[in-house]
Nanobody, 126 residues
Framework: QVQLVESGGGSVQSGGSLRLSCAPSGYVVSRGCMGWFRQAPGKEREPVVI???????RYVNSVEGRFTISRDNAMNTLYLQMDGLKPEDTAMYYC????????????????????WGQGTQVTVSS
């Protein structure tokens, strides 16, 4: 059962920008411990950026300085602003949430996340 819904993906040229959104589907309790992951064809799912319950972010090196995560507390929506997109960013992007309180800790392990969206496709061409 899909409990998170991603949107905002699309096709852009290298150097372009996209803004992804992740909204709850049904009643989801994440306590703010959430993150964005991505998976390209033929590759394993990998983390992009993670936040703890206080929304403090941790980015992977390949996107740091280009991507920005934010949270809308009123709407319980998570965003990913992607600037300076590169062809290597092409993938299906997923948002995920943990059901247990992570406090100030972080996890880049997909199996620690209990709620997942169906994904939104991002395609970047040269």
């Amino acid at each position: 059962q899909v409990q998170l819904v991603e949107s905002g993906g699309g096709s852009v040229q290298s150097g372009g920008s996209l803004r992804l959104s992740c909204a709850p589907s049904g009643y989801v309790v994440s306590r703010g411990c959430m993150g964005w992951f991505r998976q390209a064809p033929g590759k394993e799912r990998e983390p992009v950026v993670i936040i703890n319950k206080y929304a403090a972010p941790r980015y992977v090196n390949s996107v740091e300085g280009r991507f920005t995560i934010s949270r809308d507390n009123a709407m319980n929506t998570l965003y990913l602003q992607m600037d300076g997109l590169k062809p290597e960013d092409t993938a299906m992007y997923y948002c995920a949430a943990r059901s247990k309180d992570c406090y100030s800790n972080y996890s880049f392990r997909p199996w620690d996340y209990d709620f997942w969206g169906q994904g939104t496709q991002v395609t970047v061409s040269s």
